[in-house]
């Protein structure tokens, strides 16, 4: 029978005098270990005896069909066991993630990217598998080929997936009936994971079928499917661990099925255990990036600014296979109106094919891409009026639940709706309409140096809109001295879920948190789980772990009524003891005495997120269970000789509802800021002529260094925010949504091109916004306007 956990008020009353308790900030629990070099990675885990190492043999053309493949250079080198082909996969040759079945894990007939992955060499040594991998003799008869967009739609390329439409009114009628309507085209790039752990996967055979594998994955259970595809067995006979990740950002969801499976299939065709690790070039060159777009848009709107219709197409470059491509355009149209009310509109996707890596998920998985579309509609608009583009903004902030102003393009309400008092707050909190007009002075007067700020908003929809992830399980022990042992489908990848979980147990136990052990992710405990990610993973093995930890307090609950023979009213748990009408017992004590009496101490949680649905083919639905909401405000300074910029300033306000722990809240929200900058503004993935990624490396490949944060960087929570729906603690997910405050220094960097043709000009930046695209666009304004 499916019985969802009720919350009750005592198991969610933050006690003051435990350590560690739900809302409490808390140090990461392996924050000391990362600091220490302590924190064992799987390239740490001491390697089992007769160890063999796997290196990639990768592709040298772009779209080509293999003509012929000597590899007898290769298995006579030096140090190498074995050599894989697709010929050596006993099971099925293929590793795509969902039912496409588009990408083999060894390429045997054709290539369609540079760097797929043709073979494998498994030899005795690192070095000596990766020098092998290059001896390989390969012939191929090249085939036409395209890596962007453009290329895909002038060759007529078809979709990797089906696209998708959200439809509500009117809006063609409504655009050629407009007295106000303008066009605009935006190029928004792509970005590279960067996670510092690269992939990795080491794989050890066991008996019959047996085989456990560590991976660095973000969803061990597809790890565990994929294995079980290429080997031909059952899931029950593998087991994936993860204890962490040295990053994820998406990349980790799909893209690390190659490497374990690879290791499986060697490690049982040698009966040996095999490691295989990418060096960082190797890593950027064949595994998946954020999609790039190129958003084609249409709006009507009014004299004063308000928007009365939009159309426009999302057309993503998705690489060879369909991967998560389709989610990904899905969330992007979902995010395309940002915190906006469209009263007519029509948004189309077109996830397209091209001859590059198929791209993945990252954080916001598709999300930025829409919202910085949505925003550039708005910045467009006030160019086209006149105004701040802040006062656009709050003129088209979805209204109140029930006003007319409340139903997204997917025809969802939007019920918890704060947008405005946290734009509000902000606005007052970083003095941004003085800020402003002194900046407007300042730009007059300075024929160089120009400034610009913005305040843009952020509203994010928290869940899978694949219904079925949207569930998670937990397993808890309490062992006889009072510890307790937790486990749960999540996994971590720095960002906190594990330290948040524990809370969680501490606080329904009301035990200090050190009583709790944090265990890694294993689908040998917790079975079909979902992917961390997101944002769910806080919202989901929260819920489930404290359903496991319902189910053992009510077993001891009734152990104490009928042992002591008390009423319920009677029995209360405090910190680290529990009472019994007018007896306290400590925990472990009370706890060895259910033992004796025979109760059980363990539990198996679950939990599934309610309310949610989502018709995918009608584009109608509720496919997210709340909204989370934030807004940035920033400032800069642009070099207009050079295009070269600094952030001078950034103030957050942030809601992550009644936060579970707001240490790490914060840490997320500023990590996700920097991040989402990177994206907007340095980094920036290049294609040469022959389809090769050239930026493959930290020497071409530039993330932001802690010297490009902001020089003023205030974060706030929202802290009288709570989420409406009964989420763990109430709080709100808070892994995606501040990735999209980083909008703020896109808007204010074109402020500041603007300022060059006395803002009559909206200087329509595309991604990333590199110091040679400032530049152009600076000449670009300065011509236009004859300054």
């Not at 915190?339 to 954080?363: C, D, I, M, Q």
């Amino acid at each position: 029978m499916d019985k969802s956990p009720i919350i009750d008020k005592a198991a969610f009353t933050a006690a003051t005098d435990i350590k560690g308790p739900m809302h409490a900030a808390r140090a990461h629990d392996s924050a000391h270990k990362h600091v220490a070099g302590t924190a064992e990675y799987i390239d740490d885990i001491p390697e089992p005896a007769g160890l063999l190492h796997g290196a990639i043999g990768m592709s040298d053309r772009v779209h080509a069909e293999i003509v012929s493949m000597d590899l007898s250079d290769v298995e006579s080198a030096p140090g190498v066991v074995c050599v894989l082909t697709s010929k050596d996969v006993p099971g099925v040759n293929d590793i795509a993630s969902g039912t496409h079945h588009d990408e083999p894990l060894l390429a045997d007939k054709k290539v369609e990217f540079h760097g797929q992955v043709m073979f494998a060499v498994v030899a005795e040594t690192r070095d000596a598998a990766r020098r092998a991998a290059r001896l390989a003799k390969i012939q191929y008869a090249d085939l036409p080929f395209w890596t962007d967009v453009k290329g895909a739609k002038t060759n007529g390329s078809p979709l990797v997936t089906p696209g998708m439409v959200l439809k509500r009114g009117d809006p063609l009628t409504e655009l050629d009936s407009s007295d106000h309507r303008l066009k605009g085209r935006m190029v928004i790039g792509g970005q590279e994971h960067f996670y510092l752990e690269s992939h990795i996967a080491m794989a050890v055979p066991g008996e019959d079928d047996d085989v456990t594998v560590w991976s660095s994955t973000q969803h061990p259970s597809e790890i565990q499917h994929m294995v079980g595809h290429v080997l031909g067995i059952a899931s029950n006979a593998i087991t994936v661990n993860v204890r962490r990740m040295g990053g994820g950002f998406g990349g980790k969801e799909t893209q690390g099925n190659q490497f374990a499976a690879l290791a499986a299939i060697a490690a049982k065709k040698l009966n040996r255990a095999v490691k295989f690790r990418p060096d960082r070039d190797e890593d950027m060159t064949m595994t998946g990036k954020r999609h790039d777009f190129v958003v084609d848009y249409d709006v009507a709107f009014d004299s004063a600014g308000r928007i009365h219709a939009v159309d426009a197409n999302f057309a993503a470059r998705c690489g060879y296979s369909a991967d998560l491509s389709g989610p990904v355009t899905d969330r992007a149209l979902f995010h395309a109106d940002s915190s906006y009310f469209f009263p007519h509109v029509r948004l189309t996707s077109e996830p397209l094919k091209t001859h590059t890596v198929s791209n993945t998920a990252y954080r916001g998985f598709g999300g930025p891409q829409g919202m910085v579309g949505g925003e550039r509609i708005i910045e467009e608009i006030a160019y086209a009026v006149g105004k701040d583009p802040l006062e656009i903004r709050k003129l088209n902030f979805y209204g109140e639940a029930g006003s007319g102003r409340d139903i997204t393009p997917y025809h969802q309400a939007v019920d918890d709706n704060i947008i405005a008092r946290v734009v509000d707050e902000l606005e007052t909190s970083c003095d941004y309409q003085s800020r402003r007009r002194e900046i407007i002075a300042f730009n007059k007067t300075s024929p160089v140096i120009k400034k610009g700020i913005a305040l843009t908003p952020v509203k994010f929809g928290i869940s899978f809109t694949m219904t079925a992830f949207n569930q998670a399980g937990a397993l808890v022990h309490v062992y006889q001295d009072g510890s307790i042992h937790l486990n749960h489908g999540g996994t971590e990848m720095g960002q906190g879920l594990y330290i948040k979980v524990a809370q969680v147990i501490a606080d329904c136990f009301q035990v200090d948190i050190d009583k709790v052990k944090i265990t890694a992710t294993t689908t040998a405990k917790v079975p079909n789980t979902s992917a961390t990610a997101a944002s769910s993973g806080s919202d989901l093995n929260g819920m489930a772990a404290y359903d496991a930890a319902r189910q053992i307090k009510e077993r001891l609950l009734a152990f104490a009524v009928r042992h002591y023979q008390v009423p319920p009213d009677e029995v209360e748990f405090m910190p680290n003891r529990v009472r019994v009408g007018e007896e306290e017992i400590p925990f472990p004590d009370f706890i060895n005495k259910a033992y004796f009496a025979r109760v059980q101490l363990s539990a198996a949680g679950f939990y599934k997120t309610p309310k949610i649905h989502w018709d995918r083919a009608a584009g109608r639905g509720t496919p997210f269970y709340y909204f989370a909401y934030g807004a940035a405000c920033t400032e800069v300074s642009i070099d207009t000789l050079t295009g070269e910029y600094l952030i001078d300033r950034t103030d957050i306000l942030h809601d992550a509802g009644k936060s579970l722990n707001p240490a790490i809240d914060i840490g997320q929200i500023e990590g996700g800021f920097v991040q989402g900058m990177g994206w907007l503004t340095t980094e920036e993935l290049w294609w040469d002529d022959k389809g090769r990624l050239r930026t493959h490396a930290p020497s071409t490949y530039k993330i932001p260094l802690a010297s490009d944060r902001p020089k003023i960087f205030n974060t706030k929570l929202a802290t009288w925010s709570e989420n409406a729906e009964p989420t763990i603690g109430r709080s709100k997910a808070v892994g995606e949504p501040p990735f999209m405050l980083a909008i703020s220094v896109l808007e204010a960097l074109s402020m500041s091109v603007a300022s060059v043709a006395d803002y009559k000009i909206c200087p329509k930046l595309d991604t990333p916004a590199t110091p040679e695209r400032i530049l152009m666009a600076v000449e670009r304004l300065r011509n236009a306007s004859g300054a």
